[in-house]
């Protein structure tokens, strides 16, 4: 029974350690996913927000303001996803890539505050864009 | 403790589940999303994403 009961234990723990090995590189395709549509949605505040300063619906000031937050987070996304692809690739070459998911995870912390800054400015100007 | 013999079952066994496991990802995957992207097509996305901004083309009459 004691025996019985060791070999279900060690049989979960396996399932479980298995499963987020499993589960790695499918995260891997999730955030890529995610991080080219965060940056569809950028693209789309862009171009509305381009529209109303052409056509004088947004003032000097706002424009300024919308541009200042978009080039913010266009250079943080680049950073991040460079930093996601040098991951990848860490994990194709059957490289240890902690570190490298590591290094994107605090990188796209980063890029999610300038984001939500730049979502929060479009909102609060009224620029409407498509998600 | 695992006494030796569960210890190389479970040696045993580790593939096997590794494997099983990975293809009930992918049928995961291949329900939740239309399609399926191997590392270099996730590469070449985020390559694309980067190289795929686009400037304000209005520009500041303080700034002309």
Avoid: H
Wanted: proline share 2%.
């Amino acid at each position: 029974m004691k025996r019985l009961l060791s070999l279900l234990i060690a049989t979960t723990m396996l399932f479980t350690i298995a499963f987020q090995f499993g589960c790695a590189g499918k995260s891997a395709q999730t955030s890529t996913k995610a991080f080219v549509a965060a940056q569809g949605t950028m693209l789309e505040i862009f171009r509305a927000a381009d529209r109303s300063c052409s056509a004088g619906i947004l003032n000097q000031t706002q424009c300024d303001k919308i541009s200042s937050a978009y080039n913010k987070a266009k250079s943080s996304y680049n950073a991040a996803a460079t930093a996601m692809q040098a991951a990848i690739r860490a994990g194709e070459a059957g490289k240890d890539a902690t570190s490298a998911w590591e290094k994107f995870k605090v990188l796209e912390g980063q890029f999610d505050l300038v984001y939500n800054d730049l979502i929060d400015i479009a909102i609060t100007l009224g620029v409407e864009y498509t998600q | 403790m695992l006494d030796p013999v569960t210890a190389k079952l479970i040696l045993t066994a580790l593939p096997i589940l590794k494997t099983a496991i990975f293809k009930v990802g992918d049928m995961v995957i291949d329900l939740t999303t239309n399609e399926t992207m191997t590392a270099e097509e996730m590469i070449a996305a985020l390559e694309q994403s980067k190289n795929n901004w686009e400037d304000f083309k209005f520009e500041s009459p303080d700034k002309t």
